[in-house]
Nanobody
Framework: QVQLVESGGGLVQPGGSLRLSCAPS????????MGWYRQAPGKERELVAA???????NYADSVKGRFTISRDNAKNTVYLQMNSLKPEDTAVYYC????????????????????WGKGTLVTVSS
């Protein structure tokens, strides 16, 4: 079964940096868009950044100029470099990917589906 595993979260002081990674595992045929969402306590989940298979990116206004999303297609891994972190960035960050799974029992790929990681906590505090 396809899974997304996030890593890189932790505690950092305001102005600091963190780099999040998301590595898919399982039987995968292909991956289209990948992205990062976050959810702060008492708030709704929001898109942070996304990147297409072609490398086009999209960022939330609140993180533009501070965060950079990138992907390594050879490793099927997406990264989120977070600089100049603010307390408002404190949230659980979730990896998201549009993946076509490979169904070995049928010898074919499935349709593209959204997969979610379980999240990694980022805490920005002095």
């Amino acid at each position: 079964q396809v899974q997304l595993v996030e890593s890189g979260g932790g505690l950092v002081q305001p102005g600091g940096s963190l780099r999040l990674s998301c590595a898919p595992s399982g039987s995968i045929f292909s991956i289209n868009a990948m992205g990062w969402y976050r959810q702060a306590p008492g708030k709704e989940r929001e898109l942070v950044a996304a990147i297409t298979s072609g490398g086009s990116t999209n960022y939330a206004d609140s993180v533009k100029g501070r965060f950079t999303i990138s992907r390594d297609n050879a490793k099927n891994t997406v990264y989120l470099q977070m600089n100049s972190l603010k307390p408002e960035d404190t949230a659980v960050y979730y990896c998201n990917a549009d993946i076509r799974p490979w169904y070995s029992d049928y010898g074919r790929a499935g349709y593209g589906m959204d997969y979610w990681g379980k999240g990694t906590l980022v805490t920005v505090s002095s």
